[in-house]
């Protein structure tokens, strides 16, 4: 089980961080939207919705008249708010809370991979959808951060692409495109810094005592080195579908 506590406290803590650290979620939010057949919705609710770097692309590149918004963490409202005046925010965690209205259009970014059942908030998401709108989302697939998994040896799966792709199966699926991105930093403690200031360590709390950190940096010079740089592998997910049962 995720521990959504922990989830909220981490993010809690890196939002002054996230928006200058957020490499690949900025790129994410960016194909998201591109991925997206329709640049014009009445209504739109946004998942995850954190800092606001997918709602700054949203307001960009989308029409929409009804803005709403949710997170874990209350803060977000904030800076949704700065974004979309009229923005309606829905604090809480998506799995549970109950969503009383329909949507054209429910789109989430780099957030819903911390469900503890994703078929089944997809499903609760699909259901939210006004006929023929869309849900689109970006998660982070099996493959992602997988020097970190490999050197803490975690193991937290919550979710299985080849279960999630025949769950979906039943919807129309107008995306679903799987990708990698390797970041390049200068040494192995300028990637803690980064999983840190970005809160994307949010699944697990790691204490790190001077051996494991050691090992750490020992275990990255071996294997995830290039030339004078030190990688760190993504794993976006994308999946748009649009409510149309077949
Ligand atoms: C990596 S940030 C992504 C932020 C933003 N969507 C973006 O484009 O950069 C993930 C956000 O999802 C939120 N989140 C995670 N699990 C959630 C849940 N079950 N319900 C609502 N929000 C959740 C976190 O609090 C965090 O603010």
Redesign the pocket.
């Known amino acids: 089980m995720i521990d959504?506590s922990l989830?909220?406290k981490r993010?809690?803590k890196s939002?002054k961080t996230?928006d200058d650290n957020?490499f690949i979620?900025?790129i994410?939010?960016k194909n998201l939207i591109g991925f997206l057949n329709r640049k014009e919705y009445d209504s739109i609710l946004?998942?995850?919705?954190?800092?606001?770097?997918?709602?700054g692309e949203i307001k960009h590149k989308i029409k929409c008249k009804h803005y709403y918004s949710?997170?874990?963490?209350e803060e977000?409202k904030n800076f949704i708010d700065k974004i979309y005046e009229n923005n309606f925010f829905i604090p809480?965690?998506?799995?549970t809370?109950t969503l009383s209205e329909k949507y054209d259009l429910i789109i989430?970014?780099?957030?819903?991979q911390?469900?503890n059942n994703l078929e089944d908030?997809i499903s609760k998401l699909i259901n939210s959808l006004n006929n023929k709108g869309l849900l689109a989302v970006s998660i982070f697939g099996e493959n992602n951060l997988p020097e970190i998994k490999n050197i803490f040896n975690l193991d937290n799966k919550n979710y299985n692409i080849i279960n999630l792709k025949q769950h979906l199966k039943k919807y129309k699926i107008l995306c679903f495109h799987e990708e990698e991105h390797k970041l390049y930093f200068n040494s192995p403690a300028d990637i803690l810094k980064h999983i840190k200031l970005?809160?994307?360590n949010?699944i697990k709390e790691i204490k790190l005592t001077k051996t494991k950190f050691k090992n750490f940096e020992e275990t990255y010079e071996k294997l995830y080195k290039e030339k004078d740089k030190y990688f760190l592998t993504y794993n976006p997910i994308y999946i748009v579908i649009e409510n149309n049962l077949i």
Do not use: H, P, R
């Open positions: 959504k989830v909220k993010f809690s939002l996230y957020a979620q900025k994410m939010a946004e998942i995850g919705s954190a800092t606001g770097l997918l709602t949710n997170d874990l963490v977000s809480g965690d998506i799995e809370i989430s970014n780099a957030s819903l911390w469900c908030t970005t809160g994307v949010a």
